[in-house]
């Protein structure tokens, strides 16, 4: 029996076929498209960067919005090569999310850790990714330097030729008075993250936040002893000295601390706290909006704190009037402490200064964390260009 060969006209079609196979090839190869509608969804490319039957279906839908560069038409298969990159350039892994803002931490703020992949559980802030690897800086749309612990890399970091679109960071928590000025480095910041309420990215040592029915259920701790101050930091030019020098002839002080002698850990603190009914907040040195972990510690711990620091109107725009004693409301130390004695003796009185807790809870920030995904979310929200002139001038004035 004799083979029967195909018709001409199934040949020519066959043949029509296969054209359009090899061109399709070619195009692919070498043309690089650039039109909108020929990417295979994420979920069908295996792990070898190979378009499945789903990736096929897929390019048979007219008006897709998606790009792929560099593909290989092989039969029924399509390879995947990489995107076309853009600025700021991030490895394969990084760029699964265009919309996503690397940030990196130059260094561990005072050398403490904190957890990398913390900001949407710990903040609902999505789309950020933090790095801490400098041979990454490139890929970073903002780096975070820490005031207090880049002084060695200032030479180096004059060196560095960033990107237009990179955002550099100041980001310092102490006071001017405790904080080092960096010589040559006063305009090579776009952003500051401070505790002031005027920096760019505002991060205070801690806020009220409202009371959950269980935070509603507050109880005073019991008491037994008046007046506490826990301090290491003592030197005698200080004010807060000076003044609790003073203060310590009207009324007994319990002294806590390396320099009292009477050093208690971290288990013990606030245990020690909370059985004050007045805790001496004196911050280090009075500097605007400079309200320390001083004051919240005592706040979240059922204790009143009397404070050395800015003005009472500083402290009235994050705390209720109500909360705290303010040493500038007397005109002696030793009508501060007849004062003390009276609330001792009147549970009444004493009990105002926590009416406040029906409503607010208070909240220690997250040192380098929040500060770090703060940030993110600050360039994420705000793509314009910015630079921070004068940061010296700002900061110590």
Not at 155 to 165: D, E, F, G, H, I
Not at 167 to 193: A, I, K, R
Not at 217 to 245: G, M, T
């Amino acid at each position: 029996m004799t083979q029967e060969t195909p018709s001409r006209p199934l040949q020519q079609v066959l043949l029509g076929i296969f054209v359009l196979l090899g061109f399709g090839a070619i195009f692919c190869m070498y043309y690089n498209p650039t039109t909108s509608w020929f990417k295979c969804p994420d979920a069908a490319v295996s792990e070898y960067n190979v378009c499945t039957e789903a990736c096929l279906s897929f390019l048979e839908v007219k008006n897709q919005t998606q790009t792929i560069n560099n593909c290989t038409v092989n039969d029924t298969l399509v390879e995947v090569k990489e995107l076309t990159t853009k600025s700021p350039q991030l490895d394969k892994k990084d760029s699964a999310d265009s919309s996503e803002v690397v940030i990196l931490v130059w260094s561990w703020p005072f050398g403490q850790t904190f957890d990398l992949e913390s900001c949407e559980s710990g903040y609902g802030i999505k789309g950020c990714r933090l790095i801490i690897d400098r041979n990454r800086i490139n890929e970073a749309h903002g780096v975070m330097f820490h005031v207090r612990d880049i002084g060695g890399d200032v030479p180096y970091l004059k060196t560095l030729s960033r990107p237009a679109w990179q955002n550099w960071v100041w980001m310092n928590m102490e006071s001017p008075t405790n904080s080092p000025q960096l010589p040559g480095m006063d305009d090579m910041f776009n952003l500051t993250s401070n505790y002031r309420t005027d920096s760019d990215v505002w991060v205070p040592y801690g806020h009220l936040v409202e009371a959950s029915e269980e935070d509603k259920a507050f109880q005073i701790p019991q008491k037994d002893k008046l007046v506490c101050w826990i301090v290491s930091h003592w030197e005698d030019k200080l004010w807060r000295v000076e003044y609790f020098n003073e203060f310590s002839q009207h009324i007994n002080v319990e002294g806590y601390g390396r320099h009292f002698g009477r050093y208690i850990d971290n288990k013990d603190y606030f245990k020690v706290m909370s059985s004050c009914k007045f805790y001496l907040a004196f911050e280090n040195s009075v500097h605007k909006d400079y309200i320390t972990e001083k004051l919240f510690n005592p706040l979240m711990h059922g204790t009143v704190p009397v404070v050395i620091g800015p003005p009472r109107e500083n402290y009235e725009k994050f705390i209720p009037a109500d909360s705290f004693i303010h040493v500038n409301d007397f005109k002696t130390a030793k009508e501060l402490a007849e004062h003390l004695k009276l609330l001792d003796q009147s549970q009444e009185m004493y009990e105002k200064y926590f009416a406040w807790r029906k409503h607010f809870v208070p909240k220690l920030s997250n040192f380098g964390q929040e500060h770090a995904c703060l940030i993110c979310n600050h360039l994420k929200r705000n793509k314009n260009f910015r630079v921070f002139k004068n940061v010296n001038a700002w900061y110590w004035g």
